[in-house]
């Protein structure tokens, strides 16, 4: 029996072997064949390093050199748009101008809230409205504030080129996707981007690639405005966005877009979630009944979480053959876009979910009399059905 120092030894004699014979088979080859059997070698290692400096490159530097990719490129939010939208559309924009590339902001819906329309009056955006993918300004889209793109004929046509996000879902990008659902606001990500490519304050010495006073100002905006001034759903990265952006707002800008004034309809709204809430523990529904102006519904929902003792409230109201549900949580039980997704699960074509704070959905007044496949259910229903799913029984 051979001991270890003889196994080994033949070991290594038959590695030399196998190495000779390697060495003989390639010797045996042709010149040109050896060569391009070198060259195959070497482009291989050089492609994947390449693609390891790629992906390595911080995601500001790379969103940036796809732009430069196109001639332009049209940045989409999401129907409807909020501040913490148009905000990361402005921040994208810019991006797109410092890589020689036109960007023109769109959206699908209306812009009714008077916080949405006094941040696009105050900051002069230039945003326009789709009805229809043809509409689009660019065949390269850049969804921002939303993965999947919606609202609008032929949404589902379109793929977009990059996606920048921060709510949960499935889409993606076909060349570049970031979406961060830890985060609190989209405008975060973009601040983000602005310190990867070397930005300063409109006020600061620089390199060249400036944030002005109008941008800042948005983007401090937009943070604020989609975690409660920073009392809900945040990260750390939101206080350290809001830090980068203190030197450059415009504080004057920044007051007239927090305090637009007020409609009579968004009061006369407030007053009857108020007067007309249903409260089972530390829960509250409100049917604040027709409306002429949906985003009233979750400025109440706002309002009514100020009730001492509520930790979770749902608003719903009704405006053209639609109900409209918002809901607010502070409870660490409540997971509120889950909550409104499961009390309409059943209900044909309702939509609804959102964050663990806030959620919204839209339930066809059609289907809750009992349209389709269905019996319907009634208001009372509906709201048991709440109830129940902010206390996990549903």
């Known amino acids: 029996m051979r001991d270890a120092s003889g196994s080994s030894g033949s070991a290594l004699g038959e590695r030399a072997l196998l190495i000779e014979a390697v060495v003989d088979e390639l010797q045996s080859l042709e010149p040109l064949v050896l060569s391009l059997l070198v060259l195959a070698a070497v482009a291989v290692g050089v492609g994947g390093w390449w693609v390891v400096r790629w992906f390595r490159r911080p995601p500001g530097v790379r969103l940036r050199q796809l732009l430069s990719d196109y001639d332009e490129v049209a940045v989409l939010t999401h129907p409807n748009p909020d501040p913490d939208a148009m905000s990361c559309a402005m921040g994208i924009a810019r991006i797109a101008d410092a890589a020689d590339t036109e960007a023109t902001l769109q959206h699908a819906g209306e812009i009714r809230h008077q916080e949405n329309r006094a941040f696009r009056t105050v900051l002069d955006l230039d945003l326009e409205s789709i009805d229809s993918n043809t509409q689009l300004a660019a065949d390269a889209v850049v969804l921002v504030d939303h993965n999947t793109p919606r609202g609008f004929a032929g949404s589902k046509s379109v793929e977009p ?7 949960p879902g499935n889409g993606t990008g076909t060349e570049f996707t970031d979406v961060r659902t830890e985060y609190g606001a989209a405008s975060t990500i973009v601040v983000e981007y602005l310190d990867d490519l070397g930005a300063t304050m409109a006020d600061e010495d620089g390199s060249g690639f400036e944030v002005s006073a109008e941008l800042a100002t948005g983007l401090l905006y937009g943070i604020l405005s989609d975690t409660n001034h920073l009392t809900n759903g945040c990260s750390r990265a939101e206080f350290d966005a809001c830090a980068t952006l203190f030197g450059g707002i415009d504080e004057d800008l920044l007051d007239r877009i927090a305090n637009p004034q007020v409609s009579d309809d968004v009061l006369q709204v407030k007053a ?40 979770a409230v749902v608003v719903y109201g009704e405006y053209d053959g639609t109900i409209h549900l918002s809901g607010r949580s502070r409870d660490d039980r409540v997971h509120m876009g889950e909550a409104l997704c499961h009390a309409t699960s059943d209900i044909p074509m309702a939509d609804a979910g959102g964050h663990a704070r ?8 059609d289907h809750m009399n009992g349209i389709g496949p ?8 509906l709201e048991e059905r709440l109830f129940s799913a902010l206390s996990g029984e549903r």
């Not at 080129?161 to 709510?167: E, R």
């Not at 806030?358 to 007044?365: A, L, R, T």
Request: aromatic share 2%; no cysteine.
């Open 161 to 167: 080129i990059a996606v920048v996000d921060h709510h």
């Open 272 to 311: 009857t979630a108020i007067t007309e809430k249903r409260v089972e523990g530390p829960f509250a529904v409100s049917d604040v009944g027709e409306i002429s102006n949906v985003d009233a519904i979750p400025q109440a929902a706002d309002e009514l979480m100020q009730l001492e003792g509520v930790t």
């Open 358 to 365: 806030m959620g919204g959905g839209q339930v066809s007044v």
């Open 374 to 381: 269905t019996d319907g259910i009634s208001k009372d229903e």
